[in-house]
């Protein structure tokens, strides 16, 4: 069964740093794009980091400079080392991954994780 499984959130205080990893595993022939994608309460989700098959990497500007995103394309994973955490960093962080299976094409999401940011 295919499916994304992140591991790495929790509780930090300010300028502290956290690092979310995301294993795409199942039954699949190809990954297009990885990224991490965030939803804190009261808002829409938004995207925060990805990276393509090529190495290719996209940030939000609200993360620039302080986040990093990677890839093991043999482990099919995505990393997203996130240094410098403030408050309005706060949010459930969901991996997503463009990938092919023997499903076809299609966009794939994590269950989400956790990062509170706060003192």
């Known amino acids: 069964q295919l499916q994304l499984v992140e591991s790495g959130g929790g509780s930090v205080q300010p300028g502290g740093s956290l690092r979310l990893s995301c294993a795409a595993s199942?039954?699949?022939?190809?990954?297009?794009?990885m990224g991490w994608y965030r939803q804190a309460p009261g808002k829409q989700r938004e995207l925060v980091a990805a990276i393509t098959s090529d190495g290719f990497t996209n940030y939000a500007q609200s993360v620039e400079g302080r986040f990093t995103i990677s890839r093991d394309t043999a482990k099919n994973t995505v990393y997203l080392q996130m240094n410098s955490l403030e408050p309005e960093d706060t949010a459930v962080y969901y991996c997503?991954?463009?990938?092919?299976?023997?499903?076809?094409?299609?966009?794939?999401w994590g269950q989400g994780t956790q990062v509170t940011v706060s003192s």
């Open positions: 199942g039954g699949i022939f190809d990954v297009f794009a």
């Open positions: 997503n991954a463009d990938l092919k299976s023997w499903r076809g094409r299609y966009d794939y």
